[in-house]
């Protein structure tokens, strides 16, 4: 492989290539049943322990080689997965402000959270 990545771009676009010459009716029966697959265990690894998100895109990427209906599913995914990311980036950027709803504690009033017991002697 040399230093410019010419080698893997070559063998992806032989995978490309060679996936393109394979009779429809093929790829679409292997791209359901693999992708099919991998979304459903996606779906149950999202209550089970494993990386469910991560099968489920899986599986819809493959299914969007085939399928028009699979590659809006991911184009939605993926608009929402940005928008949810920009939104945590902009919550975790975002100073707290002090909240008035929870009571500041005024001199000569204990706080809620101060230890107002007396030690035994």
Do not use: N, Y
Request: hydrophobic fraction near 45%; aromatic fraction near 4%; avoid cysteine.
């Amino acid at each position: 492989m040399s230093d410019d990545g010419t080698a893997i771009g070559t063998r992806h676009e032989r995978i490309a290539r060679s996936w393109q010459h394979l009779p429809r009716p093929l790829r679409m029966a292997f791209a359901l049943t693999v992708g099919g697959t991998l979304v459903a265990v996606g779906v149950a690894l999202l209550v089970l322990p494993g990386p469910g998100l991560l099968l489920i895109f899986l599986g819809l990427a493959l299914l969007a080689t085939e399928f028009a209906w699979a590659r809006h599913v991911l184009a939605r995914g993926r608009h929402h997965a940005t928008r949810a990311a920009d939104l945590a980036k902009s919550a975790m950027r975002k100073p707290r402000s002090s909240d008035s709803s929870i009571p500041s504690s005024t001199p000569g009033k204990p706080s809620i959270t101060s230890d107002t017991r007396k030690e035994a002697p």
